[in-house]
């Protein structure tokens, strides 16, 4: 795996946790390169109904997506793990995946049909809901703890 693209639809508004997830994704470049790419809001959003407004996030999120990056959705139904396990799930990936590991936080209303055939796999942070902003920093943080997991550093105490 040659680094990890995270994919955001909107911005982090809230200063407090953008400088979370700024200093997480430093600790992360200490051991594989990471980029984020926030996409925009969608245009006239509130006079759209919630199919239209996922069909156009998902056109930009497919625009994201390289073509050999292993693109995950984080979604509400995905498959849930602990952190050990999610860790070992990174590392797998390191393994077998060509490029990137893209890893996709969609708009409220979740992502477009294409956008789900596109992508073959899905997480879960929670079965509890959390603004988009907060998953944002869940996730930057998991991915932290899944590399202090591998390389052996005492941040995750079992």
Known sequence: MQGIRLIFVGKTDAKEIATLCADYLKRI????PIEVIELPDV???KSLSPDEQKKREGEMIL???GNLDEAILLDEKGKELTSRAYAE???HKM???PRRLCLVIGGPYGFSEEVYARCRERLSLSKM???HQMVRLFLIEQIYRAFTI???HPYHHD
């Open 63 to 65: 625009e994201a997506i």
């Open 95 to 97: 393994q077998v995946v």
């Open 43 to 45: 245009k006239a959003r």
């Open 129 to 131: 809901t959390f603004s």
């Open 29 to 32: 470049n200490r051991f594989i």
């Open 150 to 152: 591998i390389h052996g």
């Open 89 to 91: 799930w990174v590392e």
